[in-house]
C-alpha cells in the first residue's frame, strides 16, 4: 500500500537544523514494514541524514557549504532575491531535495547516532513543504 500526503515544517533561520521529531509527530501510524521518502518541494533548501547528538556537527556543516558556495559570488548571475538566492539553489542541488529511510517493526529504522536534517540556505527562508510517501 502506498500513502502520498504533505507535511510543513516551520520557520527555521538559516543553517542545518535536526527535524526529525518534527516529522515523526506528523506522520500517521507506520506500516510493520517498508520504506518512508521524504521530499522537500523547495529549491533554496534540503533534506539530508547525519548525526544527531553532537551540535557541533551542524555549525561545522554550515561553516563547510558556506565556504564552498559563498553568497554574492561575483561570478552569479541569478541574484533576483538577493544574495544569497544562488548560493542557496547550489548549496540545495548538493545535498538534494530527498531522502529515503527503512521503516522495521512500525518506526523509521535510522541508526542510533541518525536524524533528518533540514538544510535551510536562505536568510530569509520561510516554513517548508514536505511531500511524504509511504510504502509499505
Not at 548571475?77 to 517493526?105: F, Q, R, V, W, Y
Request: hydrophobic share 40%; proline share 6%.
Amino acid at each position: 500500500m502506498t500513502t502520498t500526503f504533505d507535511i510543513r515544517l516551520r520557520h527555521y533561520p538559516r543553517g542545518f537544523h535536526l527535524v526529525t521529531r518534527d516529522i515523526i509527530s506528523q506522520l500517521p501510524e507506520l506500516p510493520e514494514n517498508g520504506l518512508l521518502v521524504l521530499f522537500i518541494k523547495h529549491t533554496s533548501a534540503a533534506l539530508t541524514i547525519n548525526e544527531n547528538a553532537d551540535p557541533d556537527v551542524r555549525y561545522d556543516f554550515r561553516q563547510f557549504f558556506d565556504k564552498v558556495v559563498p553568497d554574492a559570488a561575483p561570478y552569479f548571475t541569478h541574484t533576483m532575491e538577493g544574495p544569497d538566492d544562488m548560493s542557496a539553489h547550489l548549496k540545495a542541488s548538493l545535498l538534494g531535495a530527498s531522502i529515503t529511510i527503512p521503516i522495521k517493526n512500525h518506526r523509521l529504522n535510522l541508526g542510533t547516532w541518525q536524524g533528518v536534517y533540514l538544510c535551510e540556505f536562505r536568510d530569509g527562508g520561510d516554513s517548508r513543504n514536505i511531500s511524504v510517501t509511504i510504502l509499505g
